[in-house]
């Protein structure tokens, strides 16, 4: 409350900085495009909220067990679920249910490529959780059994909306394989409806060309529809619903850019290709020095690697692009010409961005500018709260401060 009654109504040139701020007009039409997508596909949909339905994200470290029960007996049953992929990790779990009295909902970790987390279908662990898990269901069981999970974050490496849906096809597949063998083994679940829980934010983004143009810069080839559907197909032959999940999508980035897996929601240009208009999330950072005697000018920002982090971005060699917000000479391109192209802890240095052509925005002392992040969920990590404007208002009205959102912290 007392951050609304200090900020709200202020306007971003007249904030202390460095800060986080999220423009909630984008927020809102990139929500909106996901769930669109998922309710014309008959898909369910599972929201990831590290950045902006509990579900732990990856299996759980045991000691963190009683503090997520805290959690889950203020919660209703069948709030709070987790991810397995050792037998081990089940003796941990049963405290869950000796603190909030109903038992913990599990999803298996299935590896579909990422190689981060999860198993094969070849796994040895596989049927011994099956066992502990499946095979011991009943009003005393200390766990319930939900469904197969997977994670594709290799999609990240990818630069179309086609590699995008081929991996989520490919995943998809995959679940049902993993399905199909564990009701195999255990012929009383033929019947019973296991959740397959499929995505990251470009896999799951991809979705969307399915409603759009086949002539548009994301067009899929039929193929890929086809085979999309069949996997639609095949999962709900099997008495199985399918899940998609993704994180980022609200906000974007610099990250999700260069992945070109979904097309833009903005209603002035439906369909094409992903822009920085996309991206809800900047860093608003100030003008430190300008450096203009150098072999090609450069500035230093009050921002570096605690507020922006420090993760590439496969399409530029910088660690974040500057917007054209406030300048007083816009380039035509929604890029400033400025990129943040070294970095350290405290700083930042603004350097030539190499898509830049011809002349690039004058930039002078306490100027305040908007970054925006090769990985929001990093960079948001380094802040409290957000600042929330809102684009959608009038154009006198686009900078003012509306809303706070504070963040939840901790590990």
């Known amino acids: 409350m007392e951050l609304r009654q200090t900020l709200v109504g202020k306007r971003l040139h007249n904030v202390s900085v460095p800060a986080a701020v999220v423009d909630r007009a984008v927020v809102r039409r990139n929500c909106s495009q996901m769930l669109q997508t998922c ?15 509990i579900l732990y994200g990856i299996p759980i470290p045991p000691s963190t067990v009683p503090r997520l029960a805290a959690i889950g007996k203020r919660l209703s049953p069948g709030s709070v679920s987790v991810l397995v992929d050792h037998h081990d990790q089940l003796q941990h779990l049963r405290l869950f249910k000796d603190i909030t009295g109903y038992p913990l909902s599990l999803f298996i970790k299935m590896d579909t490529g990422y190689h981060r987390a999860g198993l094969t279908l070849a796994s040895s662990e596989l049927s011994q959780i099956l066992s502990c898990v499946v095979d011991d269901e009943n009003d005393q069981a200390e766990t319930k059994f939900l469904g197969l999970y997977s994670h594709a974050g290799h999609s990240y490496a990818g630069s179309l909306s086609s590699k995008a849906m081929d991996l989520l096809i490919e995943e998809i597949g995959y679940l049902q394989q993993a399905s ?11 019947n019973q409806q296991l959740t397959l829980s499929v995505g990251a934010t470009p896999t799951a983004t991809s979705t969307q060309n399915l409603l759009r143009s086949r002539d548009g810069p994301h067009a899929l080839d039929e193929r890929q529809v086809e085979a999309f559907n ?3 197909q095949n999962v709900k032959a099997k008495h199985n619903l399918l899940e998609l999940h993704a994180g980022v999508y609200p906000f974007l980035d610099m990250q999700q850019l260069a992945t070109q897996a979904s097309p833009s929601a903005s209603e002035q240009h439906p369909g094409r290709k992903l822009s920085t208009k996309d991206i809800a999330f900047t860093i608003l950072a100030e003008v430190a020095s300008v450096y203009s005697e150098r072999e090609r000018c450069e500035a230093l920002i009050a921002a570096g690697s605690f507020a922006l982090g420090r993760e590439p971005c496969k399409s530029y060699p910088g660690w974040g692009v500057v917007s054209t917000w406030g300048m007083a000479e816009t380039p035509e391109c929604e890029r400033s010409g400025w990129q943040v192209g070294r970095i350290s802890q405290e700083h930042g ?11 690039i925005a004058k930039l002078c002392v306490g100027q305040k500018v908007r970054v925006f992040p090769n990985h929001a969920c990093v960079a948001g990590a380094a802040f409290g709260w ?13 900078d003012e401060i509306v809303d706070i959102w504070v963040r939840c912290r901790g590990w």
């Open 349 to 359: 240095i603004l350097t030539r961005d190499p898509i830049a052509r011809g002349d």
């Open 230 to 232: 069949q996997c639609i």
């Open 180 to 190: 199909d063998l564990i009701k195999g083994l255990h012929p009383h679940l033929a």
């Open 386 to 398: 957000y600042l929330v404007v809102d684009s959608d208002l009038s154009e006198e009205r686009q």
């Open 39 to 53: 309710e014309a596909l008959g898909l369910a949909f599972r929201p990831h909220v590290k950045t902006h339905k």
